[in-house]
C-alpha cells in the first residue's frame, strides 16, 4: 500500500508512510465503539445539540445514559467526544466547570455539514478530512483502491451501506464531487479503467493542508514526528497559497 516516504525524501511510495496511515487498533475500536448503545445515544444527543447550537451539561447527558449507568458516564462521554471528533471533526468544550456545562465547534473549516444542517444525520467532516489527508500524503494525487484500502481499515465499505455515512461510494464518488470538495478522474489511458482522487477547489478554499495533517495526527493519536515530511510541504503550502483565491466553479 504504497502511502509515502520510506526516508522523509521526496519518494512517496515506501514503507514508512504506509506505517504513518495505517489505522491504529485504537482508531479502529473508536468505530466499533459506536455499536455500544449508550455511546451511540449520547453522540445522537450531542449531534441535536451541534444542529440547535445548543450548550447542555452533564446533568442532561446523565439522563441520556440513564442514571444505572453512572459510574460509566466518564467512559461514556470520554468515548462519545473522541468519536465525534473522529467522525465528525467536532471538539466537545466545557466552558462551566460549576454545573458541567458544555458546547460543540468545528475543528475544521470545512463546511460541508453547514450546508446539510437540516440533516439530522451525523456530521460527516471528519471523513471528508481523512481523505484529504490520504490524497495529500499520496502526493496529493491518491489512486481510488488506497482511499478504498484505508477505508476499509476504520470499516467503510464501497457498496455496503454504512449507519453514520449511508452508501460510502456515493457520498464519496459523486456527493463531494458535486460538491467541488473532490475532484474524481479516470487514470489517463487505464484499461480496464481505473479513478483517482484529487482535492477540489472547495477543499483548498476551506482548508489547508497543515490542519489536514493535524487532524490526521489526532486521529491516529500518534507523535506527529512520523508526519514530519508531510508537515515541512504543509507549511510551504499555506505560505505559497496566502492570499490565493480558489474559484469554487
Same mark, same amino acid.
Given at each position: ?37 449508550? =455511546? ?9 445539540? /451541534? ?21 460509566? +458516564? ?58 484529504? #489527508? =490520504?490524497? +495529500? ?93 508531510? /508537515? ?10 496566502? #492570499? ?6
Amino acid at each position: 500500500m504504497p502511502w509515502s516516504t520510506s526516508d522523509g525524501s521526496s519518494s512517496i511510495q515506501g514503507e514508512e508512510g504506509t506505517h504513518s496511515l495505517q489505522a491504529s487498533a485504537h482508531t479502529k475500536s473508536l468505530f466499533r465503539g459506536l455499536l455500544d448503545e449508550k =455511546v451511540a445515544d449520547l453522540l445522537h444527543f450531542m449531534v441535536l445539540k /451541534y444542529r440547535l447550537k445548543e450548550p447542555f451539561t452533564k446533568a442532561e447527558m446523565l439522563k441520556v445514559v440513564i442514571k444505572k449507568d453512572k459510574n460509566q +458516564f466518564p467512559v461514556i462521554f470520554k468515548k462519545a467526544s473522541k468519536c465525534l471528533e473522529v467522525i465528525s471533526g467536532i471538539d466537545v468544550k466545557e466552558v462551566d466547570p460549576k454545573i458541567h456545562s458544555y458546547v460543540l465547534s468545528n475543528s475544521l473549516d470545512l463546511t460541508h455539514d453547514e450546508m446539510h444542517s437540516d440533516d439530522q444525520s451525523m456530521p460527516k467532516n471528519g471523513l471528508l478530512a481523512i481523505i484529504l #489527508g =490520504v490524497i +495529500f500524503i499520496e502526493g496529493n494525487c491518491a489512486p481510488e483502491e488506497n482511499i478504498w484500502d484505508f477505508l476499509n481499515m476504520i470499516n467503510v465499505y464501497a457498496g455496503r451501506e454504512h449507519f453514520i455515512y449511508g452508501e460510502p461510494r456515493k457520498l464519496i464518488t459523486r456527493d463531494w464531487v458535486q460538491e467541488n470538495y473532490l475532484e474524481y478522474r479516470k487514470v489517463s489511458n487505464s484499461d480496464p479503467p481505473r479513478y483517482e482522487f484529487l482535492w477540489g477547489p472547495r477543499a483548498y478554499a476551506e482548508i489547508s493542508k497543515l490542519k489536514v495533517l493535524e487532524f490526521l495526527v489526532k486521529v491516529k493519536g500518534t507523535d506527529p514526528i512520523s508526519f514530519s515530511h508531510w /508537515y515541512e510541504e504543509a507549511l510551504r503550502d499555506d505560505e505559497e497559497s496566502r #492570499g490565493h483565491s480558489w474559484p469554487l466553479r
